[in-house]
């Protein structure tokens, strides 16, 4: 979770909201997405729904983003889970034998990131099989951070995820893992994270909410000490068999909270749950619907940070200038638009969705020098147009150097006609884009008919 607590390097109010998430289980849904809000009820995805940061350790994917902002408000961590779900590995496998490791990305501005580093948290706990769902909190009782995370174990006749904790001060190294949150007899725990309260607000410093069966709250004034259990959700319909990823926020301007958890059971990402005592689960209710908007991408397990005005502004500078949303209209065959469908390509009329026929023209991804793009779905983010075969699909962003270069094309005049455009490929530099029997080729212009094919006009 973000750490509590107004940095001191900032004096302005918070202004804004900042969640790290993951969207599902495929190569770009398992990065880094942010999503931005100015009430904290309302999200608008950033960087037009794209990962905005990718792993290159471990696994090749990444979960469960934690934002971590230092006491000093002068430096950010990113810690997340090191599991890519379809990349290579199954439940099972990581489940008993997944990464031990957390992956890692350090910042001083929020914008600029380092490079990803794998930080081992579970290979020195005794028959540890994996490490996920990581959280951090700042303990100012000791000075540095607590991380803790979920591991699985074969322990005392039973195997399941236990929560464990560690120190640290650099997240490149840790104290020696402890258990932390174990519930008895075979109740697992996996998702678990902690707020902390203002005085005056309930009778604990700490609140956690975890998902273990049901969505346990518990309270404490020591993050390391005792804490007591003091209620779950199940009055508003809300267990662990619904819901899971808790993810606290506080509003910035009234003293009320949401936890943010997760309906994976039904696929339909975070539901938004209001208190105005973390500590009282009498306080807990779900708002009206249409009050809330999670925005175009579904969003799964993360973080929130509350963010000041001065890290607002670095962040929306970055990554919230939305591309405009475009068509792509036939030059000869003016009621027909370039869409997908069923990740093939080609060019329909009354094209239902609409949004299959919706692209945003983005800098080209294996280079924008030139007048260089690439077409980027608005329905499915981080899924480009690109040939195969000298055939075209839409597919998702493996960031492989073939892909970018498959995925990327010059504007050119049109070649049919100068006020239109025509799409020369980048990798391929005597093909273009055209359509034939209303199919997406790429293919050399010989003729008069193959340049109509080749000519399309950018409409909103």
Not at 42 to 66: K, S
Not at 244 to 254: A, H, I, L, T
Not at 355 to 374: F, K
Not at 386 to 410: I, K, M, Q
Request: glycine fraction near 10%; hydrophobic fraction near 35%.
């Amino acid at each position: 979770m973000a750490v509590p607590g107004r940095p001191a390097a900032a004096a302005d109010p918070y202004t804004g909201y900042l969640m790290a998430h993951f969207t599902g289980e495929s190569a770009t849904g398992q990065q880094i997405h942010l999503a931005h809000s100015t009430d904290g009820l309302r999200w608008t995805d950033l960087h037009n729904g794209a990962p905005v940061l990718r792993t290159t350790v471990g696994t090749g994917g990444v979960r469960d983003p934690a934002v971590v902002r230092s006491p000093a408000g002068d430096r950010y961590w990113i810690v997340a889970t090191d599991l890519c779900i379809g990349c290579g590995q199954n439940w099972d496998a990581a489940i008993n034998n997944g990464s031990r490791s957390l992956v890692v990305w350090e910042s001083t501005d929020l914008v600029n990131w380092s490079a990803p580093w794998l930080l081992d948290v579970a290979g020195g706990i005794p028959g540890g099989r994996n490490a996920w769902a990581p959280e951090v909190v700042w303990n100012p009782a000791t000075n540095d951070y607590v991380l803790y995370w979920a591991t699985n174990v074969p322990q005392n006749g039973v195997t399941k995820h236990r929560i464990y904790a560690a120190r640290t001060t650099n997240f490149r190294s840790i104290t020696t893992p402890q258990p932390y949150i174990v519930r008895p007899g075979t109740q697992e725990i996996i998702d678990t994270q902690i707020v902390e309260l203002p005085p005056g607000v309930g009778n604990y410093r700490y609140v956690r909410a975890s998902r273990d069966g049901q969505i346990t709250i518990e309270g404490s004034n020591t993050i390391l000490g005792t804490w007591t259990p003091l209620g779950n959700l199940s009055g508003i319909g809300l267990t662990g068999a619904q819901v899971e990823g808790p993810m606290w926020m506080r509003f910035n301007d009234r003293p009320e909270w949401t936890l943010y958890l997760d309906q994976y059971a039904s696929g339909r990402g975070y539901l938004p749950v209001l208190t105005s005592n973390p500590s009282d689960t009498a306080t807990y209710r779900v708002p009206a619907a249409g009050s809330y908007q999670l925005g175009a991408t579904r969003k799964r397990h993360g973080a929130i940070l509350n963010l000041t005005a001065a890290e607002q502004s670095r962040v929306l500078a970055r990554w919230g200038n939305s591309t405009p949303v475009s068509r792509l209209q036939s030059y000869n065959f003016a009621d027909r638009y370039v869409r997908h469908a069923d990740y093939d390509a080609r060019i329909d009329a009354n094209v239902s969705p609409l949004a299959d026929s919706q692209w945003r023209i983005v800098p080209g991804l294996a280079g924008d020098s030139g007048g260089n793009v690439s077409l980027e779905s608005v329905n499915y983010p981080g899924h480009f147009l690109r040939h195969y075969n000298y055939d075209f699909v839409l597919a998702e962003n493996d960031n492989s150097a073939t892909f970018r270069a498959d995925a990327t094309f010059t504007r050119v005049p049109g070649l049919a006609d100068a006020s239109a455009v025509s799409f020369r490929s980048y990798n391929f530099p005597d093909r273009y884009l055209r359509h034939y029997d209303y199919l997406l080729r790429l293919d050399p212009i010989t003729s008069a008919t193959g340049r109509a094919d080749a000519t399309f006009r950018i409409t909103g």
